[in-house]
């Protein structure tokens, strides 16, 4: 059970470092100085988010690892996120699509998992839903600017919902420990999930005039351990410095 | 150790600021949650005002340090996520603090309506009195300000930009 419930952990923990890692790439680079700063503060939220999970998971796993150890010294097999979130940073609508259709998802996750019966947990992810509040606020809201703004921006950020939407239904996949963390009231059931996000997604890309590609779901994988090469490059990087400094501390 | 009591804990741990809001001490700004004597050791409950702030490690240290300088040198602490920290907490001698700082205090309720009000684009517009000349005749320029607690406005009687605590 133990062993379920951190890896379960490092799932969350997972999504949230390798996100909030892909966006504080635009820091320094944002379109206009609100926007990096705005992306800079939500990088620091999930980074914030990731380090809590994976410190719990770390503890629940109980073989003396720190959430640092595994963040900087785990490798790309070892990581759990899916995939939505390990893609580089793209362009604005990139980026903006990606974290909305993220954002929608951590909202009713989170809502959710304030109720879990891993105290714990329970904290974190009331600490979190009022950051995630935040958040989807902002990403959606420059949904619908980009989307229905200029023919230009349109094009955009339709292409990128294009390359994206494929990738949507990994959050969902429930499989053993989903369905373990569910029955022992730890973590909620994703099925019912589904259809809250499912609502609210098509409500605002509806209002910014972006169409629902019909593509079929991309391959999935990334909750065993199974990525696409944009992860490994990203990690070498995010991993460097601990890696070539081991027990550093400045 | 003799018993002590924990009014003289949390006068000592006022001395203790948040390094992002150096006229603010941890007690008032409702960081520190608790406090016990557990056997020698004192207990010291704190917790984050967001997941990723900063200045947590800069506040746990500083407690650990203030504490032992006090004579307390087995102090712990410990951090705590539930109740989750909300600015619903703050007296109103403390917003007059910040607005003395020249940042608007958090004004409203934290977390009203549901994700369907989120991402309507229609805000319950709420009134942030530029700290500087009391207008309120403002506008907010972005959620997300110099700090994960701030958000930024801009004041347009005194054409003065200004960071607002924000309501979480």
């Known amino acids: 059970m133990s062993s379920s419930v951190s890896d379960y952990l490092m799932r969350l923990g997972d999504d949230r470092l390798v996100l909030g890692h892909r966006l504080s790439e635009w820091c320094g680079h944002g379109p206009i100085l609100e926007e990096d700063i705005a992306l800079a503060n939500i990088a620091l939220d999930l980074i914030g988010q990731a380090t809590l999970l994976l410190k719990l998971a770390a503890e629940t796993e109980g073989k003396g690892r720190t959430e640092d150890e595994l963040a900087f010294f785990r490798d790309t097999v070892d990581f759990r996120n899916v995939h939505l979130v390990e893609f580089p940073k793209g362009d604005y609508a990139f980026t903006i699509v990606r974290q909305f259709l993220f954002d929608v998802f951590s909202y009713h996750l989170l809502e959710e998992l304030q109720k879990s019966r891993n105290a714990e947990l329970s904290g974190i992810a009331a600490k979190g839903f009022k950051e995630v509040r935040y958040h989807v606020r902002h990403s959606s809201e420059w949904v619908v600017r980009l989307g229905d703004g200029t023919p230009e921006s349109h094009a955009r950020t339709q292409k990128a919902l294009n390359e994206l939407w494929r990738f949507t239904p990994e959050m969902f996949e429930a499989d053993a420990i989903d369905r373990e963390m569910a029955g022992a009231g730890i973590g909620p059931d994703l099925a019912a999930v589904k259809p809250k996000w499912d609502s609210i997604v098509r409500d605002v890309l509806a209002r910014a005039t972006l169409t629902i590609p019909d593509d079929p779901p991309a391959m999935t994988g990334g909750r065993k351990g199974r990525h696409t090469e944009a992860l490994g490059h990203m990690l070498a990087e995010m991993q460097s410095v601990a890696r070539a400094h081991p027990g550093a501390s400045w | ?168």
């Open chain 2, 1 to 168: 150790m003799v018993s002590v009591a924990k009014e003289d804990i949390l006068e000592i741990l006022r001395a203790v600021k948040d390094p992002e809001l150096p006229f603010i001490d941890i007690v008032e700004l409702g960081i520190v949650r608790d406090v016990e004597l557990e056997g020698d050791t004192l207990r010291v409950d704190i917790t984050p005002t967001y997941s990723g702030c900063p200045a947590m490690q800069v506040i746990e240290r500083e407690v650990s340090e203030v504490l032992a300088e006090n004579g307390y040198v087995n102090a712990r602490v410990r951090t705590v996520y539930s109740p989750a920290w909300t600015t619903d907490w703050m007296s109103e001698s403390t917003k007059q603090k910040f607005r003395d700082y020249g940042i608007a205090p958090p004004s409203g309720v934290a977390q009203h309506g549901g994700i369907a009000e989120l991402v309507s684009l229609r805000r319950a517009r709420v009134t942030v009195e530029c700290p500087y000349c009391r207008s309120s005749n403002t506008t907010e320029r972005s959620e997300f300000g110099s700090t994960a607690c701030k958000s930024i406005h801009f004041c347009n009687s005194c054409h003065q930009p200004f960071d607002q605590f924000k309501s979480i």
